[in-house]
């Protein structure tokens, strides 16, 4: 079974720029659909973005413009460019896989501070 492992979380003023990781146990390569959900404070968990194993990417239109979503077949991992933060952005952020079944990492804190 792949695991899943985030990094990259943390502190950053509006306006500022972090990464998220997610490194899977195994090869990604046969992988078709990983992505990015988040759960704000005190909220229902929402999707972020997706991209597949062709590269296509789709993304929640609060972040359009602003997230990148990538992956890297060769480290096996997956990751998450996210610019010019708000503080709305603030969540625990968990990237998952479909393999077919939802395996899930296990979550990342994003604080973006006013």
């Known amino acids: 079974q792949v695991q899943l492992v985030e990094s990259g979380g943390g502190l950053v003023q509006a306006g500022g720029s972090l990464r998220l990781s997610c490194q899977a146990s195994?090869?990604?390569?046969?992988?078709?659909?990983m992505g990015w959900y988040r759960q704000p404070p005190g909220k229902q968990r929402e999707l972020v973005a997706v991209i597949t194993s062709g590269g296509s990417t789709n993304y929640a239109d609060s972040v359009k413009g602003r997230f990148t979503a990538s992956r890297d077949n060769a480290k096996n991992t997956a990751y998450l460019q996210m610019n010019s933060l708000k503080p709305e952005d603030t969540a625990i952020y968990y990237c998952?896989?479909?393999?077919?079944?939802?395996?899930w990492g296990q979550g990342a804190q994003v604080t973006v501070s006013s």
């Open positions: 195994r090869t990604i390569f046969t992988i078709n659909t």
């Open positions: 998952y896989a479909a393999i077919p079944n939802i395996i």
